[in-house]
C-alpha cells in the first residue's frame, strides 16, 4: 500500500512542470496627436506630431491617417515622437489619427484629432485690353482671381461686373481664373467693380479699377451735285460723317460748311444715327469752286474736315437734251446697321428741258437688281423715294431720267 501513494505524489509533480508559467502584461501606452500651429487654408500641408508615452521607453513605428486614407509608409518611433506632413488639404474639417504600432512589450494604442481648413484668401484684378480705347471700341474687361496660396485647383464661380453703377453682369470664372467680358463706351474715365463670390475651396474677393477711353477718329465725306453745274444752278452739297476704325458707332456734333472761304448760314447737329447733312449755292460766274465742311466733334468725336471743288460753266450753248435733263442723286444714310436696311434716295433733275416725268432708281448687289422704285419729279425738279434690302452687302444706286442716268452712289447694308 505504500508504493501507492509516492505513484501519485510523482504524478502531480509531473503535471506541475508541464504547465507552462504566464507570460508578463504588456506594458500600457498612450498616443496623442497634435498639429503645428497656424491657419491652414486650402492648398496647405499640416505637420503633424504623434507623441506615444507609457510605462516604459515605448519602441515601434507610427501610422497615419487622414480622412480614413493612409499617409505614406509607417514612421518609425523617434524617443517616443514620430512626424509627418499631409498632402495638401481641401477647405473643411479634416480628421488626423495616429496609430502606435508597437515592438517589444508595449501594448498599441490610437489618438486622433480634427483640424478645421478655411477657404485660401483671393485677389481679384482688372485686365483691360486693348490698353488705350477709344469710343465706340469694343473692349475686353476681365477679372483674374489669383490665390496667395501653393496652386491646388483654380476658383470656379462666377465674377460680378459693374461699370460705372450699372446693374452687374455675372461672368462665368474660366478654368484658367479669368472671368472675361466685353463691352464699348464713350471717351472718359469710367470706374469698374469686381465681385468675385467664390466657392467651396476658395474665399470671396473684390477688385476695382478704372477704363480711360480716348475720343475716336472721324472722316467727312463732301460730294456736289451737279458738277459741273451751270451759272445760277443750284449746287447741293451733301454732308455724311463716319468714325474711323476701330470705333464702330455714328459720330454726333456739328457740321457747318462755308463757299469759296464764306460760312454757310447756320449749322446741321449730327445726333449719332448715321445722318447726312446738305446746304446749297448758286455761283454768278463761271470758274472753279470750292466748298468745306468742318465737323467739330465733342466729348466723345474727333474733328474732321473735308473739301469739294466744283466747275462752274457759262451757259453759252443750248444743252443737249441729255445735258439738260442730267440726274444729281444722293443716298441716305451712306450705311444703315440695323434691320431691315432702308434707304432714302433723293435728287434733282435739270432745269434745263422742263421738269415732268418719272425718275427711276435701281438698287444693285453685285450686278443683280434688289429694288426699283419710280418717283415723280416735281416742279422744283427733285424727286424723293426710299427702298430697303433685307440682306447685308455693299448696294449702287442709280437714277435714270430721260435717257440720262446718275452716276452711281454706294451704300452699306450692315
Known amino acids: ?47 503633424v506630431t504623434a507623441t506615444v508615452t507609457g510605462d516604459s521607453r515605448p519602441a515601434g513605428f507610427v501610422r497615419f491617417r487622414v480622412d480614413d486614407r493612409q499617409l505614406g509608409p509607417l514612421v518609425a518611433l523617434d524617443d517616443g515622437v514620430a512626424r509627418a506632413a499631409t498632402r495638401p488639404l481641401t477647405a473643411g474639417r479634416h480628421r488626423i489619427e495616429a496609430q502606435f504600432v508597437p515592438q517589444g512589450a508595449s501594448a498599441a494604442s490610437t489618438g486622433a484629432t480634427e483640424i478645421d481648413v478655411a477657404r485660401a484668401p483671393t485677389a481679384t484684378a482688372l485686365r483691360v485690353a486693348p490698353a488705350s480705347p477709344v469710343t465706340g471700341e469694343l473692349i475686353s474687361v476681365d477679372a483674374a482671381v489669383t490665390s496667395s496660396t501653393p496652386p491646388f485647383g483654380a476658383p470656379t464661380g462666377v465674377v460680378s461686373a459693374a461699370v460705372d453703377g450699372a446693374p452687374p ?66 449746287v447741293t452739297f451733301t454732308v455724311a460723317i463716319a468714325s474711323l476704325a476701330p470705333s464702330a458707332w455714328w459720330p454726333s456734333g456739328l457740321l457747318t460748311g462755308a463757299v469759296d472761304g464764306i460760312p454757310v448760314p447756320g449749322s446741321a447737329q449730327i445726333t449719332g444715327q448715321g445722318e447726312s447733312a446738305d446746304f446749297l449755292a448758286t455761283f454768278e460766274g463761271p470758274g472753279t469752286h470750292v466748298a468745306t465742311a468742318h465737323f467739330t466733334g465733342d466729348a466723345h468725336y474727333l474733328p474732321a474736315d473735308a473739301s469739294v471743288r466744283v466747275t462752274v460753266r457759262e451757259r453759252s450753248v443750248a444743252p443737249s437734251p441729255r445735258t439738260a435733263r442730267g440726274v444729281a442723286l444722293r443716298v441716305t444714310p451712306k450705311r444703315d446697321r440695323r434691320a431691315p436696311y432702308t434707304f432714302a434716295v433723293r435728287g434733282t433733275v435739270a432745269k434745263g428741258a422742263g421738269c415732268r416725268g418719272k425718275v427711276t432708281v435701281n438698287a444693285r448687289r453685285n450686278g443683280r437688281r434688289v429694288a426699283r422704285r419710280t418717283a415723280n419729279v416735281t416742279r422744283a425738279c427733285t424727286f424723293a423715294t426710299t427702298f430697303t434690302s433685307a440682306r447685308r452687302g455693299a448696294l449702287s444706286v442709280t437714277a435714270a431720267f430721260a435717257g440720262a442716268d446718275a452716276r452711281a452712289v454706294t451704300v452699306r447694308a450692315g
Do not use: C, N
Open 169 to 234: 453682369v455675372a461672368l462665368p470664372v474660366a478654368p484658367d481664373g479669368v472671368a472675361r467680358g466685353v463691352i464699348r463706351l464713350a471717351a472718359g474715365t469710367h470706374s469698374a467693380v469686381l465681385i468675385y463670390e467664390g466657392d467651396a475651396h476658395y474665399a470671396r474677393s473684390a477688385g476695382t479699377g478704372t477704363v480711360v477711353v480716348g475720343k475716336a477718329g472721324t472722316v467727312v465725306t463732301l460730294s456736289a451735285a451737279p458738277d459741273p453745274a451751270f451759272v445760277d444752278e443750284e
Open 1 to 47: 500500500m505504500w508504493g501507492v501513494p509516492s505513484l501519485i505524489g510523482s504524478l502531480t509533480a509531473v503535471l506541475l512542470l508541464g504547465i507552462p508559467e504566464r507570460s508578463a502584461a504588456q506594458l500600457t501606452t498612450r498616443t496623442t496627436v497634435s498639429i503645428a500651429e497656424g491657419e491652414l487654408v486650402h492648398g496647405d500641408a499640416a505637420s
